[in-house]
């Protein structure tokens, strides 16, 4: 069975993996913990943890006990007390956190009860601060605070070296794929290649790096960006090897929905530029993506777990535009 190991953090991640289960692939997903906003943040402040919300959205995505046991997890308390904000399945991390040390037994823990397909790890078990550097060189500490800015990114980075597991290390060594997973660039993706011991460690693989972009551009971190430019943007954090295989969304996406988006949230489609692309990397896998889930745009994530799940042969689905 091919070995797929996954960065990144939040929604995106998740639904790359719920497409990831469906195929038989060792599946190791590796989570940015650098989240300080929400029930997160107040749990980490509270008991010097790590960030556990992005976490609790893997686990939940992994798990093979999907329904009500997803929306158990997921359902988040709105009271005048003291749960306000919190969800039942940053609560339970938290406790199995504290019961056994640590993140990671924590999420064996939960990892044995949700049934999980695939490994779940943190990418480091420091409780670490994202920094980011504004163009205008204004430096912002916090993951929320940078996502919350209006000002253009120059870069991220943590205060010291982040603390990496040796097991993690063999995970990226064993891998056939390596996947840079859609969801927030510079405050969830690159987060997670922030460590030079990682980046050495990918140097090392023989494994296939893969990047799966994004639908739309998120304000304050990728305004009119297009495929290249998160290309260029990710190849930056990276060490000797760069990305070299990009899935992206052709379908043209227009209408009432994606009026929405443009004007209440500020968020734009993300081009598929070929010609830029064909500069930076190996092939671009190039299909429709887009679907509507509750009245939001979503990867086909049955469809995004083929296509990575055919790289793993000699050949893939692709369109082909060197």
Not at 256 to 277: C, G, H, I, S
């Amino acid at each position: 069975m091919k070995k797929v190991l996954v960065f990144g953090g939040g929604t995106g991640m998740s639904y790359l993996l719920k497409g990831l289960k469906q195929y038989p692939l060792d599946i190791t997903a590796v989570v940015s913990v650098c989240d300080d906003g929400g029930s997160t943040g107040i749990l980490r402040d509270e008991f010097n943890m790590l960030a556990v919300g992005d976490i609790r959205k893997v686990l939940v995505a992994l798990s093979k006990t999907e329904g009500d046991f997803e929306k158990l997890l997921n359902y988040r308390f709105s009271s005048l007390g003291t749960l306000n904000q919190h969800t039942v399945g940053n609560i339970l991390l938290a406790a199995a956190t504290n019961l056994t040390g640590s993140v990671s037994n924590g999420i064996s823990i939960l990892s044995e009860i949700l049934n999980l397909s695939g490994k779940v790890m943190p990418f480091t078990e420091e409780a670490i601060n994202l920094f980011g550097e504004m163009e205008d060189g204004e430096i912002i500490k916090g993951e929320h605070f940078i996502t919350e800015s209006p000002k253009k990114i120059k870069r991220v980075y943590y205060e010291k070296e982040p603390k990496i597991s040796k097991e993690l290390l063999h995970e990226i060594s064993k891998a056939d794929i390596i996947v840079l997973s859609m969801g927030s660039l510079f405050t969830s993706v690159i987060p997670t290649l922030l460590s030079q011991e990682i980046r050495d460690a990918i140097d090392k693989s023989k494994a296939k790096i893969v990047y799966s972009c994004n639908l739309f551009t998120q304000p304050g971190e990728t305004d009119d960006f297009k495929v290249s430019d998160h290309l260029k943007a990710l190849n930056n954090y990276l060490g000797k090897r760069k990305v070299e295989y990009v899935i992206a969304n052709t379908r043209p996406i227009s209408g009432v929905l994606a009026n929405k988006y443009a004007n209440e949230e500020q968020k734009d489609p993300v081009t598929l530029d070929k010609e830029e692309v064909k500069k930076i990397c190996k092939e671009a896998i190039a299909d429709d993506l887009v679907i509507i889930e509750n009245g939001v745009f979503r990867h086909d994530y049955f469809k995004l777990g083929y296509l990575i799940f055919s790289l793993t042969f000699e050949y893939s689905y692709k369109e082909d535009i060197i």
